[in-house]
């Protein structure tokens, strides 16, 4: 399984279609995707797992999400008063 995994990052060119968000406006995919990388590697670590299978979600959202939200997120997960659930 994690060949597949690594094989999926290695020929990864920019994020694939997803079902959950089939419009033009992709705010949520960028959104999910970043709370999805987040918990991945929350989870993953806590359990002394390697966290590489959730570089997949840091590939779709950095080529989903404008910088400066990602800047934005992330001091305030530094703050500690990221709105969403991690």
């Not at 290695?10 to 959104?31: L, V």
């Not at 570089?55 to 959202?61: A, N």
């Not at 400066?68 to 991690?86: A, L, N, T, Y």
Request: with cysteine; glycine share 4%; proline share 6%.
């Amino acid at each position: 399984m994690a060949d597949v995994i690594e094989d999926k990052i290695k020929n990864y060119r920019t994020a694939p279609f997803d079902a959950r968000f089939p419009n033009t406006n992709q705010t949520r995919n960028c959104f999910q995707n970043y709370l999805d990388f987040h918990r991945c590697n929350k989870a993953l670590s806590s359990k002394g797992q390697d966290s590489s299978p959730c570089e997949w979600y840091q590939r779709v959202y950095t080529s989903l999400c404008p910088i400066s939200w990602v800047e934005k997120w992330d001091g305030q997960i530094e703050d500690g008063s990221f709105p969403g659930k991690i």
